[in-house]
């Protein structure tokens, strides 16, 4: 018996690598397997229309899931619950058939997707886009491949379509199980190999679906468990679109702050016997790049215990011979485990993984003893026949159990005088043990019932997409096979769409207790408020000041009433960048003038990561081929040899509203007018269709607060060590290029309200160039406060009246400039006010308001000398009169620069 399960275990152990060319198999809508009360969706039109009929190929009931509420199709969904963590791989959709009387169907379709039932996802193709092709018609069924896979439970398909339209669907779901029983892993981000006269090699994450916050991920999972393992040349790539490294991530030796290692942490459904892991790893040591020299793994039981304190090391054998990729296993001795933190350490100045799987003893028996993999007709992936009944199912710990019972019971059976029972002696204890485990499976089944029911009962409310689900639509090739399928047997006609309308719901965002949620309130408590919301001498305020009887900063000082008191939320741009704060007289004249820009051909644009997200549009940094020649003589782009150039690309989504486009090319306009050395330009647009775009410089050095966060202060020891270094010299030439920058959107009146080290990006000869998308980057979310979901604020970099009013002018993109140059100064090691949470960063403001003294600044950096610092302490002036103009910092810091 032992020699049996031992047997099952290496054969399952052998087949726990997931390979997706083979990994499609049905799941089970067409033939039962997923049971009904498995399939849920938001809303149905009718009690024949409801989400049990969503099976492919079958026309019980009224032919199709229907939603409700047609008109609102965006906020429909329907849900399958697949019993356990699945790799899927693809997913076929059909529209209603009915008896041939239907003809309602989905023309695309988004996917979300949870592993717990809790966290949900967004698919997105390797492209970024995150709509899959439906269908054209009720008699075609069409299938898509998921480039990439997605490990999941739960999986929603959403209905994208358009207004008034009725939609139907039915589905099939096609993978295997994921017995690998990874749940997430945790790791710093990919980064970026640069090598002279070679294009840039990211060697980022680009599918992971997890948080990425301070440059590291985690809570997720993508690349290193897709099942595509990279080439033996890392610049090559399986996949399309691909960029040279995207196979693999990456990190540099030097560049961690980690005593040469990377440090990766994983976690599991439940807990598991480790018997080894994986690591599929580059070996091109003529590039730098070779296997970890060794590893340390320590375990954690469960999720509440402690890090065991022994660990499991292994060290590697080098190779300096073959620089092909490969596996190496990684033995963990059977230790029991629920998550794993593993330490790699640096054989050489690069370190590259493209695949980790792991092999466990508890839960690799399959569920479903046998499977009868049969072909299928019409080109269709092959499908998973139902185990026969009479086959019988076990888990792997119960069965362990079971023969431990029958070892006893025939030790303590075999006395030394008696001879061994016969085989019908040990029956009635093995029937025992298998009713015990039937009986045990029966109450699971039914307290699982009784909580979907009273789940259902919950969830009997309209439901709403969360914001993090909000995508765009990008231009991507097509991974859609159309199949001519037979027309099903005919049903009955089709009921009735209901209607629904859901209340938009709206927060305030003023943040402290009641006192200071009116800003009438404050301004009656401080003169220059109270006195800038009567008259002043600047006629309109700051939305239409008169530019001819007073400085922009004199206007913004002495007399500007609060910007966007009640609509804070316009902060955040179409694309989720940052959006200038433009007087209403500039951008008057902005929408008579023609954009300026050049129509770049889009065809020329080569997606290579997608920098940040917002509600009706992306940021991507792409690569753009041929622009120096298109741009010609006068460009604003350095002599590259007339090689492609990396930019950054807004896109606005197709489907946007019309608001949202008028935004997009007021933007469009506005960033036109900006020319300035130290302000990022706007090239060229791709406007002549949709989606609109538009195309600005990113430099080759990334933004400021990464680059200064990798390095250390220039001295002997970073010389003599090779360690990426800055002087104080080139400290303060940034700061004196960032106030030049400033000085020059002040003279237009613009305000920036997002000014800070992430929006700052320098190339190789460290000149700075002031950008807006900070704001929409993942990298750098926890440097934004959300407000209720409506609204993001970057508070630590914020004056307090930006806070409590709403305010922002020239003076408080002074205080952010403070906190910039405390950034620099720090070499971004640390988040402003780092020691205080977001909402005692809110009450600090409450204290600069209220100007008793009990206010906490920002301490001195080592770095930054003493007269500077003064200068930013009166940056940080609670009376915005006090605070200095950024031509005034601009000519106090240029003498710093040439001592």
Known sequence: MHLFLLLILQTTAALAQIDPAHCRYALGMEDGRIKDSDITASSQSHETTGPKYARWNRDEGDGAWCPAWQETSDSQYLQVDLGRLTFLTIIGTQGRYARSSGKEFVQAYRLNYSR????????????????????????????????????????????????????????????????????????????????????????????????????????????????????????????????????????????????GHVEMEFVFDRPRNFTSMKVHSNNMFTRGVKIFSSVSCWFKPRLANSWESDSVDFTTVLDDRNPSARYVTVPLNRRAAKSLRCRFYFADVWMMFSEISFQSEDTLFPTQSSMIVTPSPSGRPPTVAPTPKSSMTFDLDTLAVCVEEFDESVSTAVSPSASVLPDDGNTPILIGCLVTIILLLVIIIFLILMCQCVCKVLEKGPRRILDEEVTVRLSSCSDTIILQTPPVPPRSGHGSAGRAHADTHYERVFLLDPQYQNPAVLRNKLPELSQSAEASACGGGYAEPDITQCTPHQ??????????????????????????????????????????????????????????????????????????????????????DGRSVLVAVKQLRADATSQARNDFLKEIKIMSRLNDPNIIRLLCVCVSSDPLCMVTEYMENGDLNMFLSQREIESTLTHANNIPSVSLSDLLHMSVQISSGMKYLASLNFVHRDLATRNCLLDRRLTIKIADFGMSRNLYSSDYYRIQGRAVLPIRWMAWESILLGKFTTASDVWAFGVTLWEIFTLCKEQPYSLLSDEQVIENTGEFFRNQGRQIHLYAPPLCPPSLFELMMRCWGRDISDRPSFEGLYEALRPHVSQ
């Open 116 to 259: 717990d039932g809790l966290t949900w996802h967004m698919w997105r193709n390797r492209r970024g886009n995150s709509e899959i092709e439906g269908n054209k018609n009720v008699y075609t069924s069409v299938i898509n491949d998921l480039h990439p896979p997605v490990i999941t439970r739960h999986v929603r398909l959403i209905p994208v379509t358009m207004l008034s339209t009725i939609i139907c669907m039915r589905v099939e779901l096609y993978g295997c199980q994921w017995e690998d029983g990874l749940t997430s892993y945790s790791a710093p981000e990919g980064q970026v190999m640069m090598q002279p006269g070679s294009p840039y090699i990211t060697l980022n994450d680009s599918t992971y679906d997890g948080t990425h916050e301070r440059r590291r991920l985690s809570g997720g999972l993508g690349q290193l468990t897709d099942g595509v393992i990279g080439q033996d040349d890392f610049k090559l790539t399986r996949q399309y679109p691909g960029w040279p490294g995207y196979d693999y991530l990456g990190w540099r030796n030097d560049s961690l702050g980690t005593r």
């Open 555 to 640: 206007c913004f000082h002495s007399n500007a009433p609060h910007y966007a008191e009640t609509d804070i939320v316009r902060l955040q741009g179409v694309t989720g960048s940052n959006m200038y704060a433009v007087p209403a007289l500039t951008v008057d004249s902005l929408t008579r003038k023609d954009i300026s820009a050049a129509e770049f051909p889009r065809q020329r644009l080569l997606f290579r990561e997608k920098l940040g997200e917002g509600q009706f549009g992306e940021v991507h940094l792409c690569v753009a081929e041929g622009l120096p020649e298109f741009l010609g003589e006068g460009s604003p782009l350095p002599d590259r």
